[in-house]
């Protein structure tokens, strides 16, 4: 599998899988309804806000997808934060993992202390286990903070990881 810096052609592979995702709102906390153009611009960062990933595989499919930016401004900004969509058709065949160590060697080369992710949602158990397998902590979960379309009102983790000093 490549992972490589994502260009602007790459967006309607891209668009392809993740708009079923965000539409199904079980696990992104998009408007489950927005638009494309709006997901492009929050997806496909400008040079100097941040970093987006495709990962391909041997046949050249887009099959996932990482973006990378500061998590807050000035004081805060020596923390990133990410986002993740992986090809439904491709799960559990390591392109989350792959992304997500990308992602990490990025964030460090970047210059990034740390990653935090502010809306992991609780009922995502495979991210959530994925997450922490890499080293990630849940350091708080705030109660009923996503509606789930199947199961109602769930937690999201607030979830850590220190990046200097730290191999994954």
Excluded: C
């Excluded at 490589?4 to 967006?11: G, K, L, Q």
């Amino acid at each position: 599998m490549l992972i490589r810096n994502a260009v602007h052609d790459d967006w309607p592979h891209m668009w392809r899988f993740m708009q079923p995702i965000v539409k199904a709102g079980e696990t992104f906390t998009w408007d489950p309804d927005i638009s494309e153009e709006d997901a492009r611009a929050n997806w496909l960062h400008e040079p100097g806000t941040g970093r987006t990933l495709v990962a391909i595989d041997g046949d050249g499919a887009i099959v996932g997808t990482a973006e990378i930016h500061r998590n807050q401004a000035g004081p805060g900004s020596h923390v990133a934060n990410a986002g993740f969509m992986v090809d439904p058709a491709h799960e559990g065949r390591g392109v989350g993992r792959a992304l997500v160590n990308r992602v990490l060697e990025a964030a460090r080369v970047d210059g990034y202390r740390a990653m935090q992710f502010n809306a992991v949602v609780e009922t995502n158990t495979h991210a959530v286990a994925l997450w922490q397998s890499i080293g990630f902590e849940i350091m708080a979960t705030i109660p009923e903070a996503f509606l789930h379309p199947l199961k109602g009102y769930v937690g999201l983790h607030v979830m850590y990881r220190r990046l200097m000093g730290v191999r994954s």
